[in-house]
């Protein structure tokens, strides 16, 4: 019985060490402070802030909508019921990788060498921030044309 136990253990763990596993799900509460490897813009901290603070408050991120308020000041789109931000990236193109941001549900349009557009939904922001190889992130801002 001993024997069965330990190797059950032993192949357990043998098992565990050979599969890599990459994060696809945001875990709670959000951290209200961001990584310190990637600069941000004062407006994304404030969206940050705002965000974690809302998110926290509802205990669970999969029937996230965010508050009117939120959505006029940050100018965030709406997609039949998704809610998604968007901005520039600044990447360092040696370490940015592309198959990262599209697991992590991240839409990009290149720009030039090193700057592209991003689109997110606000559920999936928290695995935007953790991309490695981004070093500055800026929300973007609407345009709305006038008719004088």
Request: glycine share 6%; proline share 3%.
């Amino acid at each position: 019985m001993i024997k069965k136990l330990i190797l059950f253990v032993f192949s357990a763990i043998v098992m565990a060490s050979c599969t890599t596993v990459r994060k696809s799900s945001v875990t709670l509460p959000l951290k209200e402070d961001l990584p310190s490897t990637t600069q941000f813009s004062n407006e994304f901290r404030m969206f940050w802030f705002d965000y974690a603070t809302e998110v926290n408050k509802k205990k669970k991120i999969d029937n996230y909508r965010p508050s009117a308020g939120m959505i006029a000041h940050y100018g965030l789109g709406k997609d039949g019921n998704t809610y998604f931000l968007s901005g520039n990236l600044t990447i360092l193109p040696d370490i940015f990788n592309m198959d990262d941001a599209a697991q992590a549900g991240v839409r990009l349009k290149k720009m030039t060498y090193d700057i592209y557009t991003f689109s997110c939904d606000v559920k999936r922001l928290p695995l935007l921030i953790e991309i490695q190889g981004i070093k500055y992130i800026e929300l973007g801002h609407r345009v709305y044309q006038r008719l004088y």
